[in-house]
């Protein structure tokens, strides 16, 4: 799809950043699905995105994208505007020794390089997010043991209507796979109080680490959207999906992977609406056969077709 051209919308004057219409979703998740945006805006950087939510009507829904892993876009598209972070909020930076400071649109693998050659430790597991910054202080999203809220200082929120706070780690309820933040909150930029590590290069080691783990353990070449479910108290997701029979089970282009049972694959030509009946089908059996209501880890956004 081409760049909004003349008339723009009032909305947008003095805005630096990029405004697509009508543009497919299928570009922007991981799982290669999803029908169309209204809008979908790259902010120049974070204060064109605080120029942006000053200035946009309040009837016009808002909803802030990162590298579109855990998302799925139904294949009815979204009634509204699409915020897309990566490009313009990637500031990152280290210092007073330990602490990093990154913008919501970094990656968390970046997070965890950047981390490691500064020699500081803590948040290696971040390599294996597929996702950004800003997703994974959102969801407090972890690997491999780690939990992102472990290592918060604090973070930059940004309101619907522009109005900037910044908020401690002691002021945010977190959770496993969840934050509790200020309605109609979302997060700019966050600081991490990390370790100091041996030397760099163990940093890097044990993220090389960790990434073969991940590659053995998870379908990483194959479309997919992370995790699906969270895992239930003192369980596994995965081993109740394969203990309910579903692991391989498909619908349309949309099968659940053989190699790990937590995890969905668009083989190529899945529709949204494929992998959403079978969130549902893998949800209905894992109830049946073992009682437990699996929860959907992943963000479900848009219209139906």
Same mark, same amino acid.
């Given at each position: 799809?081409?760049?909004?051209?003349?008339?723009?919308?009032?909305?947008?004057?003095?805005?630096?950043?990029?405004?697509?219409?009508?543009?497919?979703?299928?570009?922007?998740?991981?799982?290669?699905?999803?029908?169309?945006?209204?809008?979908?805006?790259?902010?120049?950087?974070?204060?064109?995105?605080?120029?942006?939510?000053?200035?946009?009507?309040?009837?016009?829904?808002?909803?802030?994208?990162?590298?579109?892993?855990?998302?799925?876009?139904?294949?009815?598209?979204?009634?509204?505007?699409?915020?897309?972070?990566?490009?313009?909020?990637?500031?990152?930076?280290?210092?007073?020794?330990?602490?990093?400071?990154?913008?919501?649109?970094?990656?968390?693998?970046?997070?965890?390089?950047?981390?490691?050659?500064?020699?500081?430790?803590?948040?290696?597991?971040?390599?294996?997010?597929? =996702?950004? $910054?800003?997703?994974? %202080?959102?969801?407090? *999203? +972890?690997?491999? /043991?780690?939990?992102?809220?472990?290592? &918060?200082? #604090?973070?930059?929120?940004?309101?619907?209507?522009?109005?900037?706070?910044?908020?401690?780690?002691?002021?945010?309820?977190?959770?496993?796979?969840?934050?509790?933040?200020?309605?109609?909150?979302?997060?700019?930029?966050?600081?991490?109080?990390?370790?100091?590590?041996?030397?760099?290069?163990?940093?890097?080691?044990?993220?090389?680490?960790?990434?073969?783990?991940?590659?053995?353990?998870?379908?990483?070449?194959?479309?997919?959207?992370?995790?699906?479910?969270?895992?239930?108290? =003192?369980? $596994?997701?995965?081993? %109740?999906?394969?203990? *309910? +029979?579903?692991? /391989?089970?498909?619908?349309?282009?949309? &099968?659940? #992977?053989?190699?790990?049972?937590?995890?969905?694959?668009?083989?190529?030509?899945?529709?949204?609406?494929?992998?959403?009946?079978?969130?549902?089908?893998?949800?209905?059996?894992?109830?049946?056969?073992?009682?437990?209501?699996?929860?959907?880890?992943?963000?479900?956004?848009?219209?139906?077709?």
């Amino acid at each position: 799809m081409a760049s909004y051209q003349s008339p723009m919308p009032h909305f947008m004057d003095g805005l630096r950043g990029k405004l697509l219409v009508n543009e497919s979703m299928s570009r922007y998740t991981s799982w290669r699905t999803g029908g169309i945006a209204d809008y979908l805006y790259t902010p120049a950087d974070k204060q064109d995105l605080v120029r942006l939510l000053k200035q946009i009507p309040s009837d016009i829904d808002l909803y802030w994208v990162g590298l579109g892993s855990n998302l799925l876009v139904r294949d009815g598209g979204i009634r509204g505007m699409v915020l897309k972070t990566t490009k313009g909020l990637n500031d990152i930076y280290i210092h007073d020794d330990r602490m990093l400071y990154a913008e919501s649109g970094v990656s968390s693998a970046r997070v965890a390089r950047v981390s490691a050659r500064n020699g500081l430790s803590g948040v290696e597991f971040l390599a294996g997010v597929p =996702g950004s $910054f800003g997703g994974a %202080l959102t969801m407090n *999203a +972890g690997a491999f /043991g780690g939990e992102t809220w472990e290592w &918060v200082d #604090s973070i930059e929120c940004v309101s619907r209507s522009g109005e900037i706070c910044q908020l401690s780690a002691s002021e945010v309820n977190y959770h496993y796979r969840s934050v509790d933040l200020p309605e109609h909150y979302w997060i700019l930029s966050g600081e991490l109080r990390l370790e100091v590590s041996t030397s760099d290069q163990q940093g890097r080691e044990k993220i090389r680490s960790l990434l073969d783990k991940r590659s053995q353990s998870q379908p990483v070449q194959s479309a997919n959207a992370g995790s699906v479910f969270r895992n239930p108290q =003192g369980d $596994f997701a995965a081993r %109740l999906i394969e203990q *309910a +029979g579903m692991k /391989g089970a498909v619908c349309g282009d949309a &099968v659940v #992977s053989e190699v790990h049972a937590n995890f969905i694959i668009n083989r190529g030509k899945a529709t949204s609406s494929d992998i959403e009946v079978l969130i549902e089908d893998v949800k209905e059996k894992v109830l049946n056969t073992s009682g437990i209501a699996l929860k959907p880890e992943v963000r479900i956004l848009g219209e139906h077709k």
